[in-house]
T-cell receptor, first 114, second 111 residues
Framework: NAGVTQTPKFRILKIGQSMTLQCAQD?????MYWYRQDPGMGLKLIYY???????DKGEVPNGYNVSRSTTEDFPLRLELAAPSQTSVYFC?????????????FGSGTRLTVV | KQEVTQIPAALSVPEGENLVLNCSFT??????LQWFRQDPGKGLTSLLL?????REQTSGRLNASLDKSSGRSTLYIAASQPGDSATYLC??????????FGQGTELSVKP
């Protein structure tokens, strides 16, 4: 049981480049989330999805895009990377909203934009 | 604005001490509350989830309490060990089902 898998674990991007952070879960969870964590700070919600085909903005969505074509996958797209997007990105999933059974987190992707 | 404050930001204790980590939140309509552990460069590991109707949860040497009326949660760690060294994050689920995080308490337990 892999849980939530994120790839890549590390990435260095140049300003203006684009990339996709991958997230996959094998728990048949309906809800999936993307967070970013800046040094010494808590996590902030970027985007979330309540099911395949449905996505919505979180607290800090600017500069990112998401899609949810399947229950299992929830990729995060950075179109024009900026230094302000240097952060650690975490994907999470849950069976239901509201935290009834808690979230399961991936191990994170550490992104540096130079 | 929904905010979570964790005090202290950092804590260093000798091995064997009992300690308390504090978490306060401004939202009076929280749903559940969850404590996580994060090791350096790693992801988040769930420690305890307190359901809305509960006041505390226990797992081994860990005990977490929740007082929604005062907007506070505490994580109690008994007989601390060097392996407990990590950052501890408090987060609550708001009425919309979103998880709102504090900035964490960085704990160092010295042998």
């Amino acid at each position: 049981n892999a849980g939530v898998t994120q790839t890549p674990k590390f990435r260095i991007l140049k300003i203006g480049q684009s990339m996709t952070l991958q997230c996959a879960q094998d728990m048949n969870h309906n809800y999936m989330y993307w967070y970013r964590q800046d040094p010494g700070m808590g996590l902030k919600l970027i985007y979330y999805s309540v099911g395949a085909g449905i996505t919505d903005k979180g607290e800090v969505p600017n500069g990112y895009n998401v899609s949810r074509s399947t229950t299992e996958d929830f990729p995060l797209r950075l179109e024009l990377a900026a230094p302000s997007q240097t952060s650690v990105y975490f994907c999470a999933s849950s069976y239901q909203g509201g935290g009834g059974e808690g979230y399961t987190f991936g191990s994170g992707t550490r992104l540096t934009v130079v | 604005k929904q905010e979570v404050t964790q005090i202290p930001a950092a804590l260093s204790v000798p091995e064997g001490e009992n300690l308390v980590l504090n978490c306060s939140f401004t939202d009076s309509a929280i749903y559940n509350l969850q404590w996580f552990r994060q090791d350096p460069g790693k992801g988040l590991t769930s420690l305890l989830l307190i359901q809305s109707s509960q006041r505390e949860q226990t797992s081994g040497r860990l005990n977490a309490s929740l007082d929604k009326s005062s907007g506070r949660s505490t994580l109690y760690i008994a007989a601390s060990q060097p392996g407990d060294s990590a950052t501890y994050l408090c987060a609550y689920y708001n009425q919309g089902g979103k998880l709102i995080f504090g900035q964490g308490t960085e704990l160092s337990v010295k042998p």
